[in-house]
């Protein structure tokens, strides 16, 4: 079973930055064969996709309302997954998740092989 790990949120002022990690293990496969993605759930709302990353890096996938900010990368030696979230705003204010599976992540995916726990980020103004 896919193990995912999230880490590095916390408390920022708007315009600052965050970097959040997903580190995977139990993984059936290699992580090199799975495509990943961060979704977030903010306080009374429903959770909506955020990025998504192929499993080469060699594809990328952004929300509307992350493009230009957030960036997804990927380690696949260190079986890791980024966000760097620049220009941080209170309404990215949430539970942000990694998800990781074989199929393609986007905005329409409801199932994946694997989350993490989440990890919660909190924009003030």
């Known amino acids: 079973q896919v193990q995912l790990v999230e880490s590095g949120g916390g408390l920022v002022r708007a315009g600052g930055s965050l970097r959040l990690s997903c580190a995977a293990s139990?993984?059936?496969?290699?992580?090199?064969?799975?495509?990943m993605g961060w979704f977030r759930r903010a306080p009374g709302k429903e959770r909506e996709f955020v990025a998504a990353?192929?499993?080469?890096?060699?594809?990328?996938d952004y929300a509307d309302s992350v493009k230009g900010r957030f960036t997804i990368s990927r380690d696949n030696a260190k079986n890791t997954v980024y966000l760097q979230m620049n220009s941080l705003k209170p309404e990215d204010t949430a539970v942000y998740y990694c998800?990781?599976?074989?199929?393609?992540?986007?905005?329409?995916?409801?199932?994946?092989?694997?989350w993490g726990q989440g990890t919660q980020v909190t924009v003030s103004s």
């Open positions: 998800a990781a599976d074989t199929s393609r992540i986007n905005s329409g995916t409801r199932y994946a092989s694997g």
């Open positions: 139990g993984l059936t496969l290699t992580f090199s064969r799975y495509n």
């Open positions: 990353i192929s499993w080469s890096g060699g594809s990328t």
